[in-house]
Structures are given as C-alpha cells and as structure tokens.
C-alpha cells in the first residue's frame, strides 16, 4: 500500500468534533487498531480504506478522503464487524454516520443515487415498490441496462409487479422524512458556524501582513 | 397463537413465493398472524438518516396493538430491533413521537418468523406436524441481519435455530461455515460485480458441502441467491444448480404441501430435483 504523508491541511477539526460527537464516535477514541474489523469485513478486500483505517481516518479528521472514499458506501451493513470489535465500537454504525454527511457535502455517486430514490419512493408511497424502485434508478443510472435481463426473468416470475404497492395515507411519512431535513439542517449550519469561524483566524496574521 | 403482522414490502413483490408458503405453513399451525394496517416500509438499508429509520419502524411497532411483532425479513426485523434499541435514548423518542399520530411506548417485541417457530411454537412440536420426513440434506444459511446487531435470538456468530428446524423436520443440516456471511443482496443493484462475488463464495460453498438445497431467512438473500444465480453461473463461468428455499417452504414440503401451494414455482432456480429426491 502506498504511503502518503498526512498534510496539516487535509485536516479537518470540525468534521472531527462532527463525527466524535454522535454516539458512535463518541467510542472512536479507543479504537486501538486490532483490525479485526478489516478482517471480518466481506468487502474490505474493494474499499478504499477498509474499516480499520477509516475509523483512523475519523479520528485524524480527514474529511475529504473519507467522505470520497467507495469504503462507506460499499459496505453491506452485514455488523460481522460491530458485533466482534473488543473495544464495543460498532463501525456499520459509523458507515452509516457518514453517509448523511457525505451526501449533505454534496458527494455524488451510484450508491447515493440509490439511496435519493430509495427514500423518496418510501416517502411518496410508504413502500418500496421494486419495480418503481428499479425503473426510476435505471433512469438515473444507464449501466443498469445490463441488468434488465434480470429484471425480466423476474417480471417473467410474476415477482416484479408493475402495479404500485401504496399506503392508504402517507401524509404521516411526509413528518417522519421531515425528521431528516432537520439534522441535515441543523448539521450544516453547526459546519459553517464552525468554518467561519476558522476563517476569521486564519484572515487575521494576514491583514496584520 | 396469535402475532401482529409485518410483512414488509418484498412480500408484494419479489418474496411472493415466501409470502404464499408463510400463509399456507402458518394456518396450517394454528398461529394468526394479523396484518399491520396501512404498514410502511422500514427503511431497509437504503434510507440514510438514521432517526428518519427509526421513526419508520417507531410507526410500524406502536401500531401493534399490544401482540408481539412476527415479520419475514432479516431487513426488516433487524430495522424493528435497531429502531427499538436506539429510541431507549429519551430525546430522540420525543423527537419521533413528535412526528407520530400514535404514539411510540416501546413495548412492542419484534420477533422473526423463524424466532416464532423456534421459540414459541417448539420444534418438538413442529416434529410431530411433519408428515413425510425429509430425507434431504440443506444449508442453513442464516444471513446477516437475523442475529446482527441487536438479535437476542441466536448467536452472531454460529447460530443453531435454523439447522436445529432442518433437523426436526427430517432433513440433514449440513456443515457450512459461511451460515452468517454476508451474501451481498444489499449492494446488488449498486455494486453488482462485488454482490456476485459475495454470491458466488457461498454458492460454491453450499455446492461443495454436498447439499440439495439451501434454505434461507430473508427475501434479499433468497433474491441474490435464487435470482442471481444465473448470472454467478455465467460470470464465473461455473455450474451450481443449487435451489434456494425458504425455510417456510421446506417446513411445508415436510407437512405435506405441494410446491404450488407453497410457491416454489416462482424460483428462478428450479426445484424439480429436490422436490424428486423428497418423492413429492
């Protein structure tokens, strides 16, 4: 593996506090680098950085290298490593930490394409219909044509239903997502409070100059 | 017996087969599983604000009229479990409530269908329900979600429940090391050459331990198993024919059913040589 030399800049102390303040970064600091999540994972082997290195990463505060990072996206949330790690820290729950954040920041890619349609087919109609599910994301996603012979054997089966599995009433669904537009709110305006704030000391030495 | 019903939403779509042999195994012994009105999905994996999750699954439990929750789906039970973990926590319980029309009280007990079997129906039970021992051996795969993160069913890590139901009902576990690896299921629209690579692992391993079939928990693992296989057997160039069951389906086989009526001709993996060496 390729070693780099870790820039001061590259670190980023409000997306540390950010991540160290939620309950599962709140045990990051006793992370005492066994691996035995890196170990148990099934797809460390295509990540990034796998899990041992990014709960390091978290902790150094490298923002951008762990929110672009394939490593929490790719992870199945199997928890083989949550329910082994000896120090109680439960890395699918930092994975799914970061995704909010990532996607807050505005990261783009194929899993967090899915997600976006996931979650707006649950909120408009209460279930996750497949087929909506699988022709909305295609739209999205043009190398899911290579999929459609899949779909079809499917379809073929009577699996796929083309009718659309709805709640009587979801108006109750549109508070619960509202819930999550909240904290993306409330985390982002943390993050600017916190960027501007940096800003100023930094602008100071140089007004003095 | 009588349990609230979660079915979630793959039973309406891909996990129709699942869904008909729950139906008819379940009637057939004697434990109601009433519907959850107007349910909403649990968010899988796929929604990814956690508080966002645990409210879907806070609605779902708090409208389960005081019976413990049965669902059919690792996903699902998994989401029910978390959700119910994580609402201990008094703030965010207010913050969810505050979106809820009936309240979330955190009674409600989510149980898997195969904790229902196990647990509260009894295996010794179930053994005198078999009418035709099954003289098959079978995978027990168990996935991930079943006993991770918050089951306190059975053990993460070499869990006994499902090969212990194969055994009552005639048919032979077979050892299988990979009973709770991860079969790739969540990441087989996004990720697909990994999810095959996850798939084809456990297929060559069940191929390998001399087994009929394998029986699964979930309808993610049964989609990526059953209706994937095809596209393990071509990526990798190799022939596995391995069926994938239910373990409702095996259940009903054992009790007598036919495979129409448990709808195991919707595999995309056909049957017809498990469902010859059982002599039905």
Known sequence: MKKEIILVESRDPAFQDLVLSTPVGEKLATCMQCGICAGSCPVSHEMDYNPRQLVRMVQLGLKNEVLNSNTIWICTSCFSCSVRCPRGIRPTELMETLRPIAIAEGIKNKNERFDGVFSDVVRKNGRASEFLLISKYSLKEPEMIKQAPFGLSLFLKGKLPLAVDKMENTLELDTIFKLGEKVEKKEKENKENKETGMKTEKEEPETDK | ?280
């Open chain 2, 1 to 280: 017996m009588k349990y609230s019903y979660y079915p979630g939403c793959a039973q309406h779509g891909t996990a129709v087969d699942y869904r008909k042999s729950v139906e008819a195994v379940f009637r057939s012994l004697g434990i109601e599983l009433e519907e959850v009105k107007n349910w909403n999905c649990c968010g899988a994996l796929h929604v990814p604000d956690m508080t966002v999750r645990a409210a879907l699954s806070a609605r779902t439990l708090a409208s389960s009229k005081g019976l413990d929750m049965a669902t059919p789906c690792n996903l699902c039970y998994s989401n029910l479990m978390r959700a119910n973990a994580a609402l201990e926590e008094g703030s965010l319980k207010t913050r969810v409530n505050e979106a809820l029309t009936v309240k979330y009280d955190g009674n409600t007990k989510p149980k898997h269908l195969l904790e229902v079997i196990v647990k509260d129906y009894g295996l010794t039970k179930l053994a005198e329900k078999v009418k035709k021992p099954l003289k098959i051996k079978a995978v027990p795969y168990y996935g991930c979600l079943l006993t991770r993160p918050e089951n306190k069913f059975d053990s993460p890590e070499n869990p006994k429940s499902l090969d212990n139901l194969i055994a009552s009902l005639g048919a032979e576990p077979v050892k299988y090391y990979y009973k709770t690896k991860c079969c790739g299921g969540p990441i087989l629209i996004t990720n697909e050459d990994l999810a095959l690579e996850l798939a084809r692992d456990l297929l060559i391993m069940a191929k390998d331990s001399g087994a009929d079939c394998m029986v699964v928990t979930c309808p993610m693992c049964h989609l990526q198993l059953d209706a994937k296989q095809k596209a393990v057997e071509k990526k990798y160039n190799i022939k596995l024919d391995m069926p994938i069951i239910y373990f409702t389906q095996l259940m009903g086989l054992a009790m007598g059913f036919t495979c129409d009526e448990l709808g195991m001709g919707k595999h995309l993996v056909p049957c017809d040589k498990l469902i010859a060496k059982i002599g039905r």
